[in-house]
C-alpha cells in the first residue's frame, strides 16, 4: 500500500478513505476522472419528470378555478399528482455513489492537503520515512499510552509535525527537480554562477528539515529509554509483591537470616528504577519542549 501522509486537519474518515487509496490518488493526480454515479443522470430525468407533474397540476388547478370547478375535482387531482409522484421516487431508487468517485469528489475537495509518493525524491523519500517511523513509535509506545508523555499534546502535536516536514520535503523535492532540469539546460559559465546560490539555499534548507528530524528522532530515543525503564520498573515491582512469600518460605524453613537482606535488594532495585524511570521521562518531556518550541519553513 502506497504511503499517503494527510494533514491532520484533514476529518478523520476522508484521512482514512486518502490512505487506503494511494494507486487511485495517482491516477487522479494524473488526470483520471471516474464516471459520474449511474444515480444522478436518473435524477436528472426524475427532477423533469417531477416538474412536468407540477406544471400540469398549475395548469389543471387555474383551469379548475377559472371554470367554477368543484373543491373535489381539485382535490382529487391533486390527490393523484401526489401518488404519481411518490411512485416515481420509489420505482427507481438512486444508486449509492460509487466508491471511486467518492475518492474522486474528497480527492478534488481537499487538494493541497494530502501528498503522495511521488511527491517526493529519493533523498527525501528517506527522510519522510524516517520522520514517519519516529512519529509512530512514540504515539504507539506503552508510555505515551499510558499518559506520561502527555498523550494528548502528542496526538495534536506529532501529526502535525509530520505533516509540516512532509509538506517542506515535498517542496524541495520539486524544487530540486526544477533546478536539475536547470542543470542540464543551461551550461554557460553565467548560469552556473547564478545557480550556485540556488543550491546553496536548497542545501541549508535541507539541513534545516534535517535538524527538525533529529529532533524527532531523540524525542523517541527518550521515548525509548522511558520505555525500558518502565517494563524494568514493573517487572521488579512484581518481584517485589511476591517477597511476603520468600520471606514466609525463609522463616518456617529456618534457613540463613543472611538470605533476608539479598532478598530485601529487589526494594532498592524497584526505588533505583523508579528513579530511573521518572528521569527517563523528564529527559522525554526536555526533548517535547524542544520540538514544541517556534519553528520555520
Not at 491532520?8 to 471516474?34: C, H, K, M, Y
Not at 407533474?53 to 367554477?68: M, Q
Not at 492537503?113 to 506503552?142: C, K, M, W
Not at 517542496?171 to 548560469?191: F, Q, Y
Request: hydrophobic share 45%; aromatic share 6%; glycine share 6%.
Amino acid at each position: 500500500m502506497q504511503y499517503v501522509v494527510v494533514d491532520p486537519e484533514v476529518p478523520a474518515e476522508v484521512a482514512d478513505l486518502f490512505r487506503q487509496n494511494g494507486p487511485l490518488l495517482s491516477r487522479i493526480r494524473s488526470g483520471w476522472t471516474p464516471k459520474p454515479p449511474a444515480g444522478s443522470s436518473k435524477l436528472a430525468i426524475r427532477t423533469v419528470q417531477v416538474g412536468g407533474a407540477v406544471a400540469a397540476l398549475c395548469l389543471l388547478s387555474v383551469v379548475l378555478l377559472a371554470g367554477g370547478g368543484h373543491i373535489l375535482m381539485f382535490v382529487t387531482a391533486l390527490l393523484a399528482f401526489v401518488a404519481f409522484t411518490g411512485h416515481l421516487a420509489a420505482k427507481e431508487p438512486l444508486e449509492a455513489e460509487s466508491a471511486e468517485y467518492d475518492v474522486y469528489r474528497q480527492a478534488r475537495w481537499y487538494e493541497g492537503r494530502y501528498l503522495l509518493p511521488e511527491d517526493f525524491d529519493h533523498p527525501a523519500e528517506l527522510l519522510r520515512e524516517r520522520t514517519r517511523q519516529a512519529v509512530g513509535y512514540i504515539l504507539n509506545s506503552e508510555i505515551n499510552g499510558s499518559g506520561m508523555l502527555d498523550d494528548v499534546r502528542n496526538s495534536v502535536m506529532l501529526p502535525a509535525q509530520e505533516w509540516e516536514i512532509s509538506r517542506l520535503l515535498a517542496k524541495l523535492s520539486a524544487l530540486r527537480s526544477e533546478h536539475r532540469r536547470l542543470i542540464r539546460d543551461g551550461n554557460a559559465p553565467e548560469v552556473v554562477a547564478a545557480m550556485e546560490p540556488l543550491e546553496r539555499a536548497l542545501s541549508a534548507s535541507e539541513a534545516a528539515v534535517v535538524t527538525r528530524i533529529e529532533a524527532l528522532e531523540r524525542y523517541a530515543r527518550h521515548v525509548t529509554e522511558a520505555e525500558r525503564a518502565l517494563r524494568a520498573h514493573q517487572q521488579v515491582e512484581l518481584l517485589r509483591s511476591r517477597l511476603p512469600r520468600y520471606e514466609e518460605l525463609l522463616a518456617e524453613t529456618g534457613a540463613d537470616a543472611s538470605a533476608v537482606p539479598e532478598i530485601d535488594h529487589l526494594s532498592r532495585d524497584a526505588g533505583r528504577l523508579e528513579q530511573a524511570l521518572r528521569d527517563s521521562v523528564r529527559s522525554a518531556h526536555e526533548a517535547f519542549r524542544y520540538l514544541d518550541g517556534p519553528a520555520g519553513d
